[in-house]
Nanobody
Framework: QVQLEESGGGLVQAGGSLRLSCAAS????????VGWFREAPGKAREFVAA????????YYADSAKGRFTMSKDNAKNTVYLQMNSLKPDDTAVYYC????????????????WGQGTQVTVSS
């Protein structure tokens, strides 16, 4: 069992930056892919970005490419999502998710979820 704890959300003006963190407890991220999803009011949960723990390969949604960057700290068993050039459309609850194996962008294929952290981007 993997427990995920997110942090780093908040309120920022358009054009600003935030860094989200997702720390695992219970077991290591080894063998897993870890990603971020977001859910805005009235919209379905959508994939944002993910990293394969072994090897570090990453994958981004088109909306995140060029603005968001995934990284990981093996020693801390933590992944990060650096979000730059934020837009009001990025406002959502951001969820960390993990699954055993390769990256999958479907929320239905994730094994573990964090509780979510609110990101609000003002115009």
């Amino acid at each position: 069992q993997v427990q995920l704890e997110e942090s780093g959300g908040g309120l920022v003006q358009a054009g600003g930056s935030l860094r989200l963190s997702c720390a695992a407890s219970g077991r290591s991220f080894s063998g897993h892919s870890v990603g971020w999803f977001r859910e805005a009011p009235g919209k379905a949960r959508e994939f944002v970005a993910a990293v394969r723990w072994s090897g570090g390969s990453t994958y981004y949604a088109d909306s995140a490419k060029g603005r968001f960057t995934m990284s990981k700290d093996n020693a801390k068993n933590t992944v990060y999502l650096q979000m730059n050039s934020l837009k009001p459309d990025d406002t959502a609850v951001y969820y960390c998710a993990a699954r055993w194996g390769i990256i999958q962008t479907s929320s239905n294929l994730q094994d573990y979820w964090g509780q979510g952290t609110q990101v609000t981007v003002s115009s």
